[in-house]
């Protein structure tokens, strides 16, 4: 009886699995799908997109090489006839072709003394009125007050040069006069060439009329980058009981100190290459400048404009378009500059 009853037993346990397996194998029960090999999807979509984004960047550098390539061009042959040093004579006369004297020296001087005052007005105004915009004025004055600042930019450089010609340099006289009289002991304040600190003609009143014309650039791309600094970090701030310049300091100056440092830069940019505005002001002389803020002369862009009747020869215009050449060197040195504060800055948050 014993062994007939294993016997029998050990079919009744099969048939018990069976009935377990065919339980878990039927039709209700999970199938998993095999894995597929991971990788990006590829839709037309995307490679359109790349393909696009792709092209408009190489044609933008293609664009900037052609420019360079034909300034070079067409520079060299007016350089070879030049008969003084390009870079330090303080000569310009291109009347004959056949012996022509031109350096660049005062241009260059003219250019970068008339942007620096621009920069230095306008940095710590467009800062001040980004902060105000994003972080103290109502909703309800921040947006018309941005729309006025924006306007500035609309206006034409024609009309600012004559303001600051007509209006704005004979209301600087007593400042001048004073900073001449004052601090006239550092060369920077020093007298002008055939006394410009009386007509207002000079590189201050072309600094802030200028610092007028950037201050909606600097401030535009300053406000932008403050307003998205992240809401929980200045909650966070805020919970742990820090003022209003508190919060300024410790999260949205950080977070926004590189978009500053490079809407400055594009300002910078406008700066150097504006012209009608600075030809109407600074072109009330031809006497050598010194180095004063109360000198007179010409900029890289004034003095090509100037010397547009000369363009019937091509040594002739070579040498206006090498001046043209140096300021586009300038330009592209301003950049890199911005480009290694902006990463300067980055690593020292990072740090």
Do not use: C
Request: hydrophobic share 50%.
């Amino acid at each position: 009886m014993t062994d007939s009853t294993r016997t029998e037993a050990r079919p009744a346990s099969t048939s018990g699995a069976q009935r377990d397996a065919s339980a878990h194998s039927g039709p209700e029960a999970p199938i998993s799908a095999p894995l597929k090999p991971a990788g990006r999807t590829s839709r037309l979509g995307d490679k359109l997109f790349s393909s696009l984004a792709t092209a408009s960047g190489a044609f933008v550098v293609a664009v900037i090489a052609a420019i360079a390539i034909f300034l070079l061009v067409r520079a060299v042959p007016a350089l070879q006839v030049n008969q003084v040093n390009f870079l330090f004579s303080r000569e310009w006369d291109t009347g004959d072709p056949n012996d022509m004297s031109f350096g660049i020296i005062d241009l260059a001087w003219i250019t970068v003394a008339s942007s620096l005052v621009a920069l230095v007005i306008a940095m710590p105004l467009s800062g001040g009125i980004a902060l105000f915009l994003t972080r103290y004025a109502p909703r309800i004055l921040a947006r018309p007050f941005a729309y006025v600042v924006d306007l500035l930019a609309a206006v034409p450089s024609v009309v600012y040069g004559l303001w600051g010609f007509l209006v704005l340099g004979p209301f600087l006289k007593p400042v001048a006069n004073w900073l001449n009289e004052n601090l006239g002991w550092i060369p920077i304040f020093a007298q002008g060439n055939i006394s410009q600190v009386d007509s207002g003609a000079n590189v201050f009143t072309a600094g802030i009329v200028l610092a007028v014309m950037i201050i909606p650039t600097i401030t535009g791309v300053t406000r932008e980058v403050f307003s998205r600094t992240p809401a929980a970090q200045i909650e966070g701030a805020l919970a742990l009981g820090a003022t209003r310049w508190e919060v300024i300091k410790t999260t949205v100056w950080p977070f926004g100190r590189n978009g500053f440092v490079g809407g400055s830069m594009l300002g910078l940019g406008r700066a150097l290459g504006e012209t009608m505005a600075l030809t109407i002001i600074l072109s009330g002389t031809s006497a050598a400048p010194g180095y004063s803020i109360f000198d007179s002369g010409a900029t890289f862009a004034s003095k090509i404009a100037l010397g547009s009747a000369e363009f019937n020869n091509n040594l002739q215009v070579g040498a206006y378009i090498s001046a043209g050449l140096v300021l586009f060197v300038i330009t592209f040195a301003v950049n890199a500059l911005a480009r290694w504060i902006e990463s300067a800055a980055g690593a020292e948050g990072k740090s």
